[in-house]
């Protein structure tokens, strides 16, 4: 299912901004290795999802595995990181937003829900990541759904 998700994103937009994310992480060359996984994600956003490594770290210490200190990146750096991308993440943000309202609103006019609807929630999904995507993690849906339910069980 995802496949085809993804194969009508790609189609229907996702191609181009993809290559906005492409073309803004070429950009800030220095910290293209940490923005490809994202480039990848916009253009074949379905059977993955971003989640905060620090649900991720908490996750895994609760489940009693091992994490790496490695991985445990400084908040100061996130925000160092998040600051330098905020002029093009707030470009790739609203271009999501529009892209989402787009597709929402395709969805009211024209009778084509199956298509737009997954479509549209994945690009507000996407602006949240693009806005600010250092300290996001993507990872496959299934993991991301038991990753969420325990952080929303710690916080109990």
Same mark, same amino acid.
């Given at each position: ?21 492409l073309i803004f992480s070429i950009i800030f060359f220095p ?9 990848? /994600?916009? /253009? ?9 490594? %620090?649900?991720?770290? =908490? /996750? +895994?210490? =609760? ?7 490695? +991985?445990?990146?400084? %908040?100061s750096l996130k925000i160092v990181t998040n600051l330098i ?20 609103? =395709? ?12 479509? =549209?929630?994945?690009?507000? +999904?996407?602006?949240?990541? %693009? ?15 038991d990753i969420l339910k325990e952080k929303a069980k710690s +916080?109990?």
């Amino acid at each position: 299912m995802a496949l085809i998700g993804n194969l009508i994103w790609f189609i229907f937009g996702g191609w181009l901004l993809g290559t906005m994310w492409l073309i803004f992480s070429i950009i800030f060359f220095p910290l293209l290795p940490f923005l490809m996984p994202f480039v990848g /994600y916009c /253009y074949w956003p379905f059977g993955r999802q971003p989640v905060a490594k %620090s649900a991720i770290i =908490a /996750y +895994k210490k =609760a489940n009693n595995m091992k994490v790496d200190d490695f +991985k445990e990146v400084k %908040s100061s750096l996130k925000i160092v990181t998040n600051l330098i991308w905020l002029p093009f993440g707030f470009l790739l943000c609203i271009a999501h937003l529009i892209a989402g309202l787009l597709n929402f609103f =395709a969805c009211i006019v024209i009778v084509t829900i199956p298509v737009c609807l997954p479509n =549209a929630l994945g690009n507000f +999904k996407l602006a949240k990541v %693009s806005f600010a995507p250092f300290g996001v993690k993507l990872i496959p849906t299934d993991l991301a759904k038991d990753i969420l339910k325990e952080k929303a069980k710690s +916080k109990l």
